[in-house]
C-alpha cells in the first residue's frame, strides 16, 4: 500500500501556475484568429467551431463577411489567418481553454 502511495503524485496549491497563457501554438496552421478583449488571441481551424457552435457555423458560413473572407484565405494558402474581433466576450483566458478543449488538446495545468 504503501508503494501506491509512493506513485501518486499530489496536487496542491505549490504547483506553478503558468504566467501567461498561449492559446496560438495548439493551432498554428489554423486559419482563423480570434481576437478577445484586444489582448488575447485564440488560433482556430474553423471547422471545430462551425461543428461546436451554431452562431460561429453561421457567422463562418458564406452568408456573413467573416465566412466570406474564409473561403478567399482557404483558396489562397499564402494568406495569413482572418481575424475575428469578440468584444462582447468577457474572459479570453476561458474562451482560450474552450478553444483549446475543442481542439482536444490534453496538455492543460489546470
Known sequence: M?????????VGEDDPIPASQD??????????????????RVRMH???????????????????????????TSTNANDSPIEIALPEEQDAVCFGW????????ADTTI
Open 2 to 10: 504503501d508503494e501506491l502511495q509512493a506513485k501518486r503524485q499530489k
Open 23 to 40: 492559446f496560438e501554438s495548439f493551432a498554428p496552421d489554423g486559419v482563423v484568429v480570434f481576437i478577445v478583449n484586444e489582448t488575447t
Open 46 to 72: 474553423s471547422i471545430f467551431m462551425k461543428l461546436a457552435s451554431p452562431v460561429f457555423a453561421s457567422m463562418l458560413g458564406p452568408k456573413f463577411r467573416e465566412g466570406q473572407a474564409l473561403v478567399n
Open 98 to 105: 474552450i478553444c483549446r478543449a475543442l481542439h482536444c488538446q
